[in-house]
C-alpha cells in the first residue's frame, strides 16, 4: 500500500492504517486481512506488495494494515507488545465489519510471524474468520527472541530493559510470557494453513508441529531447508502460492 490510499481508524486507543485492495468485481467477495510480521517496515514490506496481487488475481479483497509503530501506524515501535497487537486486530475486525464492500461471513487472515502470533491468539473470538493463513508463526515469542539474539544478549536485554539488537524494550518479552498461544489456537475452528521453514533461525519449525497437534482443523505445509525470510530459490512463491491458493479454495 502507498501513502495515498490509506485509511485511519482507531481500535479506541490506537490510530492505524491501513489500505484497502479490491478485484474487479468487490461486491459480496471474501476479504483477507493482512497482518505483519513485527518489523518496523510493517505493510511496506516486499511481501504484502506481492501478496495483495496475487488474491486480487483470485477475486479476493484485502485489507492490508500496520501495528502500532510499524509501517503507517504511528506509536512506539519499542513499546509493541503482543498484547498491543491484540487490541489492533480487535480493531480491525471491527472497523472491516462497518466499512467495505466484502461479504462479511467470508473473512479470511494471513498472519506472518507476530502477526501469525496475533491471529493465533485473537481469531476463536471472530467466528466470521472462515481461513487462516500462516507464514512461519511465533507461539512462544521468548524462544523467538533467544533464537536470534543469543541467551547472554538476552540476560542483558532484561536487565538494561532495552535491546538495541531487537529495538524493543523488555517488556515485549515479560508480556508474552502471560499469553498461552497453545491454548487459544486449539479453539479455533476455522480452517487453518501454515506454511514454515524447516531452517528457520528465528521462529523453531517445532511451533508450528506442535501447532498442528491441537488445531481441530490446521494442516502444515514445511518448505524444506527454507529459512525465515524465504529469500533462496522459489521459496517465497512456494509459501505465497500456498497461501493464496487455500485462500481461493476455503473462502
Not at 18 to 46: E, F, H, Y
Not at 236 to 241: G, I, R, S, Y
Request: net charge negative; with cysteine; proline share 4%.
Amino acid at each position: 500500500m502507498s501513502g495515498t490510499n490509506l485509511v485511519k481508524f482507531s481500535d479506541g486507543q490506537h490510530t492505524l492504517f491501513g489500505a484497502w485492495a479490491l478485484p474487479s468485481s468487490p461486491a459480496g467477495c471474501p476479504l483477507v486481512v493482512l497482518a505483519t510480521g513485527d518489523g518496523r517496515n510493517g505493510s511496506k514490506g516486499q511481501t504484502w506488495q506481492n501478496l495483495v496481487p496475487m488474491l486480487l488475481e483470485r477475486g479476493i479483497a484485502t485489507f492490508l494494515f500496520d501495528f502500532t509503530g510499524l509501517g503507517y501506524s504511528p506509536g512506539k515501535y519499542e513499546d509493541l507488545t503482543l498484547t498491543r497487537g491484540c487490541q489492533n486486530f480487535r480493531g480491525v475486525m471491527e472497523y472491516i465489519s462497518k466499512n467495505g464492500r466484502h461479504n462479511i461471513s467470508r473473512i479470511g487472515v494471513i498472519g506472518s510471524s507476530y502477526g501469525g502470533n496475533v491471529a493465533l491468539l485473537e481469531a476463536a473470538n471472530f467466528p466470521n474468520i472462515k481461513a487462516i493463513g500462516l507464514k512461519s508463526p511465533s507461539s512462544f515469542l521468548p524462544e523467538g527472541y533467544e533464537r536470534q539474539y543469543g541467551s547472554a544478549h538476552m540476560k542483558k536485554w532484561g536487565e538494561d530493559w532495552y535491546s538495541d539488537k531487537a529495538e524493543l524494550e523488555y517488556g515485549a518479552v515479560i508480556d508474552a510470557l502471560f499469553h498461552n498461544t497453545y491454548a487459544a489456537a486449539s479453539k479455533i475452528n476455522a480452517a487453518v494453513r501454515i506454511v514454515h521453514g524447516t531452517a528457520d533461525t528465528a521462529v523453531p519449525i517445532r511451533h508450528s508441529r506442535d501447532l498442528v497437534r491441537v488445531m481441530p482443523n490446521a494442516s502444515l505445509l514445511e518448505i524444506e531447508g527454507a529459512d525465515h525470510w524465504y529469500a533462496e530459490g522459489d521459496e517465497w512463491q512456494l509459501m505465497a502460492v500456498a497461501l493464496t491458493d487455500f485462500m481461493a479454495a476455503t473462502l
